[in-house]
């Protein structure tokens, strides 16, 4: 009897047939594989809320340091009483102020200028006074007075020079001035520091300028010592330098 033959089959404590793998992996099965979902964490608040904080502080301190200042000065105010100095032109002699043929100026001018404090507890300490003459915008003379010390409740009266040589002119309207009228108006202006004592307290130097109108001059050979009339009073003004602007 023929033996029956039957597939061969597996042997005795073969392992299980197991799924096809593929290494290294391919970027289709990397793309393929499941990733975490991103969330944002939220953000940490409390570096904002220490910077307004901070920005709160010193906005109080600047008001607070405003309101002090603004309550010293009040009270500075009402106990001393301050006033701007006043400045006049007293006299103005005109030795020389001819313009030549050639267009060349000379000019010369004995100048006393008065300085009155009318504080009674403030006192004024000036540094050197400049001091220029001119007519229509055109520089007809320059001077300077010393440092000098203003005291309370004190007139000073101050002379210098303040003279011109050779400067050529071609401004139309003083040229037409001089050739046309017997007299030209002349406009003043100084220019200094003041540091103002308050007791035993003195503060830093404030710059003022100082501009007096309305003045006529002589002109030609003959206007030695000839007084000069409508000097009057000068305008004073504070000027406060702020960064590169002055006010």
């Known amino acids: 009897m023929a033996e029956k033959i039957h597939?061969?089959?597996?042997?005795a404590g073969a392992p299980a047939p197991?799924?096809?793998?593929?290494f290294p992996a391919t970027k289709p099965l990397l793309h393929s594989t499941t990733r975490p979902v991103y969330r944002p964490q939220p953000r940490r608040t409390h570096r904002r809320s220490f910077c307004c904080s901070i920005c709160l502080y010193l906005t109080v301190t600047?008001?607070?340091?405003?309101l002090i200042a603004a309550v010293a000065g009040g009270v500075t105010y009402v106990i001393y009483r301050p006033h701007r100095p006043m400045f006049s032109i007293s006299q103005l002699?005109?030795?020389?102020?001819n313009l030549t043929s050639s267009n060349k100026l000379t000019t010369k001018f004995n100048l006393t200028v008065t300085v009155h404090n009318p504080n009674k507890k403030i006192l004024?300490?000036?540094?050197?006074?400049?001091?220029?003459f001119k007519s229509h915008g055109v520089n007809v003379g320059d001077g300077n007075i010393p440092a000098f010390v203003s005291p309370k409740k004190n007139t000073t009266a101050l002379r210098t020079v303040v003279s011109l040589t050779g400067q050529t002119v071609d401004d139309i309207n003083l040229k037409f001035d001089f050739k046309n009228k017997k007299s030209v108006d002349l406009k003043t202006q100084m220019d200094t520091k003041v540091k103002v004592k308050i007791g035993s307290l003195k503060t830093k130097k404030l710059t003022i300028r100082v501009t007096c109108d309305g003045i006529k001059v002589p002109v030609g050979k003959t206007a030695a010592a000839t007084v000069a009339s409508g000097g009057g009073k000068c305008k004073v003004d504070v000027r406060i330098k702020i960064w590169k602007w002055t006010v």
């Not at 002699?93 to 102020?97: L, N, R």
């Open 7 to 11: 597939p061969a089959g597996k042997p």
């Open 18 to 22: 197991t799924t096809n793998l593929i």
């Open 62 to 66: 600047i008001i607070i340091l405003i």
């Open 93 to 97: 002699h005109v030795t020389q102020f």
């Open 124 to 132: 004024l300490y000036y540094d050197r006074v400049i001091i220029s």
